[in-house]
């Protein structure tokens, strides 16, 4: 699997991850995930990364599955843009297809951060590196010996919400 090539300090962020998730499979990928639907809220961004096939979207299944349970996140690969009408309203990206910042642009993304008014799930982060807005979570998702790791690095002000997501996770894990 392809690592990323995405540096943390060139979006501001700390070199080091504020928190690492050791993730046995597929199961542990969703409760991480789920506990991220429990800690976001509107107007919070998650930025993730990771080579193909390493959870990206397993992760937001599990964040769409906490606010719904009936809700069914799928791939955005296609579409490039899934909108969930849920409580909070979840928008999923995918820039994987995407050749640079006039695509970015052409897809109205810059409206939906502007607008703040949903939780928004970005994958492929690293292969538009300016979509970072300033503020949120950066996940990176890789293969570990065991599974999958999960690096999260939070800007300035989510260092609560980074305690709050370990919490939830550990509590789901026992």
């Given at each position: 699997?392809?690592?990323?090539?995405?540096?943390?300090?060139s979006l501001?962020?700390?070199?080091?991850?504020?928190?690492?998730?050791?993730?046995?499979?597929?199961?542990?990928?969703?409760?991480?995930?789920?506990?991220?639907?429990?800690?976001?809220?509107?107007g919070d961004?998650?930025?993730?990364?990771?080579?193909?096939?390493?959870?990206?979207?397993?992760?937001?299944?599990?964040?769409?599955?906490?606010?719904?349970?009936?809700?069914?996140?799928?791939?955005?690969?296609?579409?490039?843009?899934?909108?969930?009408?849920?409580?909070?309203?979840?928008?999923?990206?995918?820039?994987?297809?995407?050749?640079?910042?006039?695509?970015?642009e052409s897809?109205?993304?810059?409206?939906?951060?502007?607008?703040?008014?949903?939780?928004?799930?970005?994958?492929?982060?690293?292969?538009?590196?300016?979509?970072?807005?300033?503020?949120?979570?950066?996940?990176?998702?890789?293969?570990?010996?065991?599974?999958?790791?999960?690096?999260?690095?939070?800007?300035?002000?989510?260092?609560?919400?980074?305690?709050?997501?370990?919490?939830?996770?550990?509590?789901?894990?026992?």
């Amino acid at each position: 699997m392809q690592q990323s090539r995405l540096q943390p300090q060139s979006l501001g962020l700390s070199p080091r991850p504020d928190a690492v998730f050791e993730l046995a499979g597929h199961e542990q990928t969703q409760a991480l995930g789920h506990a991220l639907g429990l800690s976001l809220k509107v107007g919070d961004f998650l930025g993730l990364v990771g080579g193909l096939g390493a959870g990206k979207t397993t992760l937001v299944q599990g964040l769409v599955g906490a606010l719904d349970e009936k809700a069914e996140a799928t791939s955005p690969s296609y579409a490039l843009v899934n909108l969930y009408e849920l409580e909070p309203p979840v928008l999923h990206m995918d820039l994987y297809r995407l050749e640079g910042v006039d695509d970015l642009e052409s897809t109205g993304y810059w409206d939906y951060v502007d607008a703040g008014d949903r939780i928004m799930c970005v994958e492929w982060l690293d292969r538009i590196p300016q979509a970072w807005p300033g503020a949120g979570l950066l996940i990176e998702l890789s293969v570990a010996t065991e599974g999958r790791r999960a690096s999260v690095w939070a800007s300035p002000g989510y260092a609560g919400l980074v305690e709050q997501l370990q919490e939830r996770f550990a509590a789901a894990s026992l």
